[in-house]
């Protein structure tokens, strides 16, 4: 079992910077299998969107939108990964929800999902 605890939602002004942080209870990237921590969000009557990713080999995915904007970092010594987000929009408004995807077997993983954070952007 793996608990997620996100901090560092709130409102910020459009142009503005926000960071989100999550961290884990336990190590999720010693693994010997290619784990993946990241973030995705949902804005009210929006699909959930995949933000960014990164895996246990430092591979980093980012969606379109956010591209050059924000970025996705980790510091294996807290179990935590970070979401700095730079030139904050307001269509970036949504809950945040960080995840860890946490393979057991080659074919069989496990994903858990933080609590969630509130990303307001407005002036």
């Known amino acids: 079992q793996v608990q997620l605890v996100e901090s560092g939602g709130g409102l910020v002004q459009p142009g503005g910077s926000l960071s989100l942080s999550c961290a884990a209870s336990?190590?999720?990237?010693?693994?010997?299998?290619?784990?993946?921590m990241g973030w995705y969000r949902q804005a009210p009557g929006k699909q959930r969107e995949l933000v960014a990713q990164i895996t246990s080999d430092s591979t980093t995915t980012y969606a379109d939108s956010v591209k050059g904007r924000f970025t996705i970092s980790r510091d294996d010594a807290k179990n935590t990964v970070y979401l700095r987000m730079n030139s904050l929009k307001p269509e970036d408004t949504a809950v945040y929800s960080c995840?860890?995807?946490?393979?057991?077997?080659?074919?069989?993983?496990?994903?858990?999902w933080g609590q969630g954070t509130q990303v307001t952007v407005s002036s």
């Open positions: 336990r190590s999720i990237f010693s693994s010997s299998f290619v784990n993946t």
């Open positions: 995840y860890a995807r946490i393979y057991l077997s080659p074919q069989v993983f496990r994903t858990y």
